[in-house]
């Protein structure tokens, strides 16, 4: 009870404002990859917290996901400590064992549950984690916590990202006003179901754990799962949501009055984030949003998306500022849904360059659009429906191929 009470003091005098209550944040250098900068961080509650989470659907997970999926069972989460540098996936017995040891050494110096401590790591796969280096680095996360704020721990954990990644908003609750605050990384292996990235949300608000976990999977269908830099998937993909009751509203569930505000901020939160790691996609220079809308439901207007979304032709296309509409005839008719080409319409922003099939003759006008604009917008019209589906992606560059063949150098 004792340290309990000390840590709650120091979240006190030290937490970070606008951020929810009863949240502290340390990062340090443990040169899990290199030297010279912050690789490794902690996210702790002064609390027991609920905690709910959507992972990899990878069949190969890494050792943290595996772990992290054991203990999500409870509903309850107290600290979450992130590395990059090192992915700890495809490392065996070993690696399973350094997740657990990682775990165990948080709990320790923080003086809580080693099943409240959940383990996230990105970075190279297949590469034993540096414990020797890792094992010293936490007690001083611990010792420093309060010191960090959550624009260090999104720096702290990035990779090939050129940016960190933080999203913040206010919640109204009766007459409390919550936060809910969300940072991520990625940038590369980016696809459906998530890819190499991680997202951490938290928020002082009273939420049941059952509502949390629909809620958060809700989200994540709609945002993290609908973008794709380079269709490949990885091992570690993990959000986490943490919900501490540190606003002292009642337990919300979906029938509370104020569910709906929630979820909308968590909705734009996820949203928001995954935007920002498609802007930062490996040697992106243009933001795309494929809307595929006239569809007979949802399901197939997201498979007619993602076909265009992840077609290299389409993308190098858009990179080198062609509206080549033909290669995203192409997409669509391998895409296996049931598509009639003589009843769709394809848009560049504003052009028209395709009606019911047929070239409008405005591709210069939209050669001109892509050359102006960094965000591309391209709108299709199945025209067999009224159910629609977007999806995030960007450009394919040399600079693409240029990150991802140095990535272990």
């Not at 996609?281 to 243009?286: D, I, L, V």
């Amino acid at each position: 009870m004792k340290e309990k009470y000390k840590i709650s003091l120091m979240i006190k005098k030290k937490s970070e404002i606008g951020v929810p209550k009863g949240y502290i944040f340390s990062t340090g250098e443990a040169a899990i990859k290199k030297p010279g900068r912050k690789d490794i961080a902690l996210i702790c509650s002064e609390t027991e917290a609920n905690i709910a989470g959507a992972f990899t659907t990878n069949s190969v997970k890494a050792a943290p996901v595996k772990l992290n999926l054991k203990n999500i069972k409870s509903g309850k989460g107290q600290a979450i400590i992130i590395n990059s540098g090192n992915a700890n996936a495809c490392t065996g017995k070993k690696g399973l064992q350094d997740a657990v040891e990682t775990a165990s050494l948080t709990a320790k110096a923080l003086k809580i549950k080693p099943s409240l401590v959940y383990v996230c790591s990105t970075g190279v796969i297949g590469t034993p984690m540096p414990m020797e280096r890792i094992r010293p680095i936490i007690p001083e996360l611990a010792a420093n916590a309060g010191k960090s704020n959550l624009e260090h721990v999104a720096a702290a954990i990035m990779t090939t990202d050129t940016f960190p990644k933080v999203i913040k908003k206010k919640v109204k609750i009766n007459n409390r006003t919550g936060t809910v605050a969300g940072i991520c990384k990625g940038a590369g292996m980016i696809c459906p179901n998530m890819a190499t990235m991680l997202c951490f949300i938290i928020t002082d608000m009273a939420i049941a754990k059952k509502t949390l976990s629909k809620t958060i999977k809700d989200s994540v269908k709609k945002s993290f799962n609908r973008i794709t830099i380079d269709g490949d998937m990885s091992t570690n993909d993990t959000t986490l949501i943490m919900a501490n009751g540190m606003l002292g509203n009642p337990e919300l569930t979906e029938k509370s009055a104020s569910y709906k505000a929630f979820k909308k901020s968590l909705d734009e939160i996820t949203y928001e984030l995954s935007k920002l790691i498609v802007k930062d996609g490996e040697g992106a220079t243009k933001f795309i949003e494929i809307e595929v809308k006239g569809s007979v439901n949802e399901k197939i207007a997201e498979k007619a998306a993602f076909a265009v979304a992840n077609s290299n032709l389409v993308k190098t296309a858009i990179y080198g500022n062609d509206a080549n509409w033909g290669r995203i005839m192409a997409a669509l008719g391998y895409s296996g849904i049931d598509f009639k080409e003589e009843k769709s319409d394809i848009y560049l922003g504003n052009i028209k360059v395709v009606s019911g099939g047929i070239g409008t003759g405005k591709d210069l006008d939209a050669n001109k659009y892509l050359k102006n604009n960094r965000e591309v917008n391209i709108l299709i019209n199945l025209n067999k429906g009224k159910a629609s589906a977007k999806v995030l992606t960007c450009d394919l560059t040399e600079e693409y191929v240029r990150v991802n063949a140095e990535y272990r150098t």
